[in-house]
């Protein structure tokens, strides 16, 4: 069996924040294994091989040269060193076990090396048809029994004397996806603290010309008061900007725990790899000219990259703009931007560079104070990802921002955003939203769920607020950063102006939010202290000689209606009511109110205001802590998008259905079938081995014969007992080449209806669709039609579709769209998030239909992709929702041999 070790090559992410590189072993390992084994200490070696060992070259190289099939192993390496290795053999007498063993060399051990060695073999088990590792370890080696709980694979312990022996299953479950995510974030956090809090900095190529690049970024660094050193690197200069230069990194007086690396990009990999070697822990590459740039500077960046991976240093970059710390014990401007954001409580990640320096002027500008700031630039290494989950562990951020022009791993986005967006809402800008991506498919799913669906959908389920604009995200950002999301959508308005209450009205609904009626004894209350000429329902409308004091009264007895759920409050200067005054009696009256509501054990009511006036925002609203905006319109649209986000928040996970009576293997057999002998990459399934897979997964399809000829066309309609339709056997869209006759009863009907789409066919040179065959299905007349479908995104893997579905399920457009894999809560907002909902539940008088059949059916679907993951596009349109079950009475599927999982081509 041909394998590809490259899959099992990866670099792991270690809890000090630094990488190793993980690979299969070579034969051409063997003296770096020797010595490796010249460093280990004789009391691990005892532990390893349960007492003193010896090692000559002909000894190791059992160990060195493997097969890859019967036994397996991985190295650890580091600057140019092998630090560790694991392996399995597996078991002749134990059809899918394997003993596994780890070894770590002494300097090494403790950083999680060993954990990342046990967890790399399980893709290669899986591709070898592992399922359960078997190993024995001394009772005293406890740090080895510590890495095997903590790897996440549930280990199973019996004592045999002084010996423990061990088994646990190989095959990955949610816990050890859980603990490989909680590890990352460990690393992610080490590694992003050298960057975001470095004890010392190096600015290599900083510049005397402060209209450089390196010039900028080391004034800034000087300007901003960074509290730590900042040493100037600079071959040609004894003193930059009155600064005492330094000509290399060697040079400087303390190993910089980060550098800033502007130099030409022919000088970058050299300068990393000095940096590195001295123990530098980070790097900030501001240097262009990459993979952004042209084939030879994605060379180039490759080259960065294995520099970076044998040292473990992390990256930044490049073609990034810098970062930013904000926080005034830190004050950390570098990047080539002079200016220098107010402090807050909002982090913000940028892949433009560009647009960096117009986000750190919009936060001054809009006076949104920012916690850190990064421009990830190429992402390289560290990526978005990386950033949320330091974020999430960062005391100083309340709410994350994001601008992002495409995804690295976005199964892995979605998991940690959905984690952390949780307890810290998640805001992105996504470009690309129309065009970009879009591609000719050849299946109902693949064009519905084409271009931008599946980064909607990727947003939708992990909880991230998607804006429009720059500007909105510092809008959502300016409300969750300092008002709690409200528990609901209902909002009470108050305005001195009937229009602008209007507009304030129409925008709420516009943007999903409610302007509920008042109960009557909120009514009462505001007649009490109110003028007869103001309006007192939603919008209450206070008249334009309202005073402050009326302002404070009436947000007072709002709070108190238990049908709202946020206040968004509207005020336009007039000659008689001061701005200063209005904005105080708010800050007063929001204290009051969430005072009274903690006392109830009440939530926060969030409090967004609208200050029509072209003088600025009251200081007093920024203190109070209280977002204002200058048009109604930009309020409702950020208040919208917090109450969509509480929402979410409020609502449970869910968890992946698992189907337990799926006939995997005869699935697995119908793919092999398939994709044997003619090396095509892709192929669709004739219509037999589409029902042979549709079966092996309980997928209810029509009763259905395939036949070749009139005669036999006859007799199938004579076995099945009913009402038939004939169609085309072809993978193909039958209703548009006129392949399909309806409500055929009598087997002489049947087998005229072959007769005349063999000739339709044959009429437009299409004797390739008449070879293929006809189907003559069993009528399903009854029910809601619906499209369930399938179709592989190359970036965001399996993308499952659901909606209305028939032969107008493309002008209809009424579908919903998540990534796989699905969970309970997805299935269910699928459904109820779609126009047509109705149609299933009974609708004017319609019985309802089986809707727990098509969630059944769904959760099948997802199963199916799962196993079979060289599904690149599975349609079945129609499918029959009955009073009792489901139906498809239309499948298409394509398979492609490239998303074939390791071992599975």
């Known amino acids: 069996m041909a394998v590809d070790l490259e899959r099992y090559a990866t670099d792991a992410r270690l809890k000090d924040g630094r990488t190793v590189h993980i690979r299969p072993i070579r034969r051409d390992d063997l003296d770096r294994m020797l010595a490796m084994w010249s460093r280990l200490s004789p009391e691990t070696i005892r532990l390893r091989f349960f007492g003193p060992r010896s090692m000559n070259p002909e000894q190791m190289r059992y160990f060195t040269d493997v097969d890859y099939e019967r036994r397996f192993a991985l190295v650890a390496e580091t600057a140019g060193r092998i630090v560790g290795v694991s392996r399995f053999d597996l078991l002749p007498e134990h059809p899918g076990a394997a003993e596994f063993a780890i070894l770590v060399e002494d300097a090494e051990q403790g950083r999680g090396i060993g954990t990342a060695l046990l967890r790399a073999l399980v893709e290669p088990a899986a591709a070898l048809g592992v399922t359960e590792f078997e190993g024995e370890v001394l009772r005293e080696n406890g740090r080895m029994l510590r890495m095997l709980r903590d790897a996440g694979l549930s280990p199973a312990f019996r004592d045999i004397g002084s010996v423990v022996s061990t088994s646990f299953s190989s095959t990955p479950g949610e816990r050890f996806l859980q603990t490989g995510d909680e590890q990352e974030r460990q690393a992610a956090v080490a590694a992003l603290r050298a960057v975001f809090q470095p004890a010392s900095i190096a600015v290599i190529g900083a510049s005397r010309d402060p209209r450089t690049i390196g010039g900028l970024v080391f004034d800034n660094l000087l300007r901003g008061r960074y509290e730590g050193p900042v040493y100037p690197v600079n071959r040609s200069a004894a003193h930059v900007q009155s600064v005492a230069a330094y000509a290399t990194v060697a040079d400087c007086p303390t190993v910089p725990e980060l550098i800033v690396v502007c130099v030409p990009a022919e000088a970058v990999e050299e300068v990393v790899h000095d940096a590195a070697r001295l123990g530098t822990k980070a790097a900030v590459v501001i240097s262009a000219n990459f993979s952004e740039a042209n084939p030879e500077g994605a060379a180039r960046e490759r080259q960065l990259m294995e520099t970076v991976r044998a040292h473990g240093i992390r990256i930044i970059g490049p073609n990034c703009m810098g970062v930013l710390n904000a926080n005034p014990s830190v004050r950390m401007n570098g990047t080539f931007s002079q200016v220098f954001p107010p402090h807050g409580r909002v982090a913000f990640s940028s892949q433009s560079g560009a647009l960096g320096l117009s986000i750190l002027a919009s936060a001054q500008r809009l006076g949104v104070g920012l916690s850190s700031f990064a421009s990830i630039g190429n992402k390289a290494d560290i990526s978005a990802n990386d950033l949320i989950q330091y974020w999430e562990s960062d005391p100083d951020t309340d709410v994350i921002l994001m601008y992002t022009e495409s995804f690295g791993n976005p199964r892995r986005f979605g998991r940690i955003a959905r984690r952390v967006g949780r307890s810290k809402p998640i805001a992105a800008v996504k470009s690309g939203r129309t065009s970009a991506g879009e591609r000719a498919a050849s299946s109902h799913t693949g064009a519905l769920a084409a271009g931008d669906v599946a980064v909607e959908a990727l947003f939708r389920q992990a909880g991230v607020i998607r804006t429009q604009t720059i500007e909105e995200l510092f809008s959502v950002a300016a409300v969750l950063a300092n008002q709690p999301h409200p528990a609901g959508r209902r909002v009470a308005i108050v305005t001195n102006g009937g229009g602008p209450g209007i507009l304030a009205a129409d925008a709420c609904e516009s943007n999903g939010l409610e302007v509920p009626e008042f109960e009557a004894r909120t009514l009462d209350r505001l007649r009490e202290f109110l003028p007869v000429e103001a309006a007192i329902r939603n919008p209450v409308d206070l008249v334009a000689s309202a005073s402050a004091e009326s302002y404070g009264r009436t947000l007072r007895v709002l709070a108190d209606d238990p049908g709202v759920d946020a206040l968004l409050v509207i005020f336009v200067p007039p000659v008689v009511t001061r701005s200063e005054d209005v904005a105080r009696e708010l800050a007063a009256a929001q204290a009051d109110v969430n005072q009274l509501r903690s006392v109830r054990g009440q939530p926060p009511l969030p409090v967004v205001s609208v200050f029509m006036s072209e003088s600025g925002f009251p ?232 809707v727990d059949a098509l969630r059944a059916l769904l959760f099948r679907v997802s199963a199916l992709v799962e196993e079979v993951p060289e599904i690149a596009e599975l349609d079945l349109n129609p499918v029959f929702v009955r009073r009792r079950g489901v139906a498809a009475v239309d499948a298409r599927v394509k398979l492609s041999r490239a998303q074939a999982r390791p071992g599975r081509r």
């Open 619 to 850: 200081e007093e609203l920024a203190r109070a802590r209280i977002p204002s905006f200058r048009f109604p319109e930009d309020a409702a649209r950020a208040l919208g998008h917090a109450a969509r986000y509480g929402e979410w928040r409020s609502r449970p996970l869910g968890n992946v259905v698992t189907v337990d009576d799926a006939d995997v293997p005869a699935a697995r057999a119908v793919v092999a079938e398939a994709l044997a002998g003619d090396g095509r990459e892709s192929t669709w399934l004739d219509a037999q081995r589409t029902e042979r897979l549709l079966t092996a997964f309980g997928i209810t399809t029509a009763r259905t014969r395939v036949v070749a000829t009139p005669e036999e066309a006859a007799a199938a309609q004579e076995e099945i007992g009913a009402a038939v339709a004939v169609k085309s056997a072809a993978p193909v869209h039958k209703t548009e080449l006129g392949g399909v006759r309806l409500g055929l009863a009598r087997p002489e009907q049947v087998a005229d209806a072959v007769r005349q789409i063999a000739g339709d066919l044959r009429a437009t040179g299409r004797e390739d669709l008449v070879a293929a065959g006809f189907l003559v299905q069993e009528m399903v007349g009854d029910g809601v039609e619906m499209v369930v479908g399938v179709t592989h995104d190359p970036t965001f893997g399996p993308i499952l579709l659901t909606g209305l579905g028939g032969t107008l399920v493309e002008l209809l457009k009424d579908v919903s769209v998540r990534i796989h894999p699905l969970t309970d809560v997805d299935v269910d907002e699928m459904l109820t998030g779609l126009r047509g909902y109705p149609l299933l539940t009974g609708y004017r008088g319609s019985a309802p239909v089986d």
